[in-house]
């Protein structure tokens, strides 16, 4: 369904596995002027769907918002790494995004390293959602020390940090991840949301992102609900 600069099949329950699955969609898509965001959550994408997902989108200059939710349901985790790959990868070549959701992926631990490049790389994106992604602590060192790496090499090149909003609840980050998310935030210094709950922090944890929260000054909203 096409509206307005919207692209959206949320929810529909397709099983994306090949590009010539995917192609249908993607001309609908790219229908689309001035398309600024797009949903595809609530389908199933395998690693050739995502790779011409990516290719359609590369380059692409007025896409704000990517809803890429849920979208592997029953798909293996030996596919999963290459598949985010290839649309984290070509989102890199969007300048024009403001908003990445990747929740509701079970990526694990081992599917968090296809997102670095994106992270580390994009530099003006402002709003993050990886919630309910099974992260773990491994998975979370992984997204943080991204973040912290984007934050110093901002600085490096004299530029601020566009990040405002980070969402990355339900994924047992544990103690063992808060310090680096901690350095991530203060790095970060513009945040304004950031959200964090049923992720199993300690008390220890929560004093380790409080140091990290001291540098963010225009900070409104700090969810830690259901941690301790």
Wanted: proline share 3%; with cysteine.
């Amino acid at each position: 369904m096409a509206t307005s600069r919207l692209y959206s099949i949320h929810g529909k329950g397709l099983k994306l596995n090949t590009a010539a699955d995917i192609k249908p969609y993607l001309e609908e898509m790219k229908a689309v002027e001035g398309l600024e965001e797009i949903r595809f959550g609530g389908n199933t994408l395998g690693i050739e769907a995502c790779v011409a997902l990516g290719e359609a989108l590369k380059g692409n200059k007025t896409l704000k918002v990517a809803d890429l939710s849920d979208i592997f349901t029953g798909r293996l985790i030996s596919e999963i790494p290459q598949a985010l790959s290839a649309v984290c990868d070509a989102l890199i070549t969007v300048p024009s995004l403001v908003e990445l959701n990747l929740s509701d992926n079970a990526f694990g631990g081992r599917s968090a390293d296809p997102m670095v490049p994106f992270l580390t790389q994009h530099r003006t994106f402002s709003v993050l959602k990886l919630n309910n992604n099974g992260l773990g602590v491994t998975g979370g060192l992984i997204i943080a020390k991204a973040l912290l790496d984007s934050a110093e090499a901002l600085k490096a090149a004299g530029q601020k940090s566009a990040l405002r909003t980070v969402i990355c609840g339900r994924n047992r980050l544990e103690n063992g991840s808060a310090p680096k998310w901690a350095e991530a935030f203060k790095a970060h210094g513009g945040l304004v949301e950031i959200r964090m709950f049923q992720n199993g922090i300690r008390m220890e944890g929560v004093e380790a992102l409080a140091q990290g929260l001291s540098g963010c000054p225009n900070l409104e909203v700090f969810d830690l609900q259901d941690n301790t």
